[in-house]
């Protein structure tokens, strides 16, 4: 069984920063594609990032330049970068992780992933 634990949210200042931490445990995170999510109160979850198996990365373009999706294998960990935050970067965040030895071929899509974890919420003060 996957487990994904999410934690780094909070409250920040507008143009501040953030790191999200996502643990992962149950398979060998290099095995893995794996994404972050958000969703704001009375809005849709939408696409953060992604890396999918290969290494290979996917921002959203409401995203691009201010966040980095990353992940230490040897920790099984997974972060999300945040710089230069938004008023409307405010959300929960989740990681998702699907498993498998290629890359998926939509990596933009709640679909995709098979495993998320509870979320960690993201508050941006203006």
């Known amino acids: 069984q996957v487990q994904l634990v999410e934690s780094g949210g909070g409250l920040v200042q507008a143009g501040g920063s953030l790191r999200l931490s996502c643990a992962t445990s149950?398979?060998?995170?290099?095995?893995?594609?794996i994404a972050w999510f958000r969703q704001a109160p009375g809005k849709e979850r939408e696409f953060v990032a992604a890396?999918?198996?290969?290494?290979?990365?996917f921002h959203a373009d409401s995203v691009k330049g201010r966040f980095t999706i990353s992940r230490d294998n040897a920790k099984n960990m997974v972060y999300l970068d945040m710089n230069s935050l938004k008023p409307e970067d405010t959300a929960v965040y989740s990681c998702?992780?699907?498993?498998?030895?290629?890359?998926?071929?939509?990596?933009?899509?709640?679909?995709?992933?098979?495993?998320w974890g509870q979320g960690t919420q993201v508050t941006v003060s203006s």
């Open positions: 890396m999918v198996w290969s290494g290979r990365t």
């Open positions: 998702a992780a699907r498993g498998s030895y290629f890359d998926v071929r939509d990596p933009y899509s709640s679909g995709t992933y098979d495993y």
């Open positions: 149950g398979r060998t995170l290099s095995t893995y594609n």
